[in-house]
């Protein structure tokens, strides 16, 4: 049987717009691109991790279960994955499992970006346990290392918010709305200002 012929250059190009879609939380989207780079390059893990990613972000954690344990399985380094593994297991409330897989991701350096997520999803499970201290670490090192990281912006300020730093709060909306007010998570800082102001709680979204 002749082996199937995969074009990994033209699934590439999938698999930026991919990323660039996750980035924008455009989750949907960003599944459907990524599936299709996938019909070209079946092989391609990291167009595999990003479209478990895409659909955990979703709420989809079944499916992007099966889809990152297929990549770990094939290449047990793949950062991206192990990372989004870890927010799935936080999101099934494996939180053990969670703070496993997401420290491993955060300790690895052959993907920068990856452990930057991780960070930030441990922040997230640091919150969840009431580790404020832990999460706030998480969070900050985000913002320092990627300004344009608005979601921890977001949820850097949800956290000063939920322990009655009213003050730091608004700053970390306000810092997070000025980096980009067009991003969709800087139109949501925007949106967690103007709640508090009006007496209301800001969203969780993450």
């Known amino acids: 049987m002749r082996p199937v ?21 455009d989750y949907e989207r960003a599944e459907a691109i ?4 996938l019909t070209l390059a079946a092989s391609d893990n990291q167009a595999r991790a990003l479209l478990g990613w895409a659909q955990m972000r ?3 954690y079944d499916l992007a279960l ?7 399985a094939a290449d047990p380094l ?21 703070e496993d897989h997401l420290t491993r991701a955060t300790q690895q350096v052959r993907d920068p970006r990856a452990a930057l997520y991780a960070c930030f999803y441990l922040g997230l499970l640091y919150t969840s346990l009431g580790r404020v201290h832990e999460a706030q670490g998480c969070f900050e090192k985000g913002v320092s290392l990627a300004p344009n990281f608005i979601e921890a912006y977001y949820e850097l300020g949800r956290l000063h918010w939920s322990v009655g730093e009213a003050r730091e709060a608004v700053k970390a909306w306000s ?6 007010r067009f991003n969709i998570w800087g139109r949501r800082c925007a949106e967690a200002l103007r709640q508090v102001r009006s007496g209301e709680e800001p969203r969780s979204f993450s």
Do not use: F, M, P
């Open 175 to 180: 810092d997070g709305q000025a980096a980009n």
């Open 5 to 25: 012929r995969e074009d990994h250059l033209g699934a590439s190009t999938y698999v930026e717009k991919g990323w660039h879609l996750i980035a924008v939380a």
């Open 78 to 98: 793949c950062a991206v994955a192990r990372a989004s593994l870890g927010y799935v297991c936080l999101r099934k409330g494996l939180i053990r499992e969670a």
């Open 66 to 72: 099966r889809e990152l344990q297929h990549v770990l």
């Open 34 to 37: 990524l599936a299709k780079a």
């Open 58 to 60: 979703q709420g989809k």
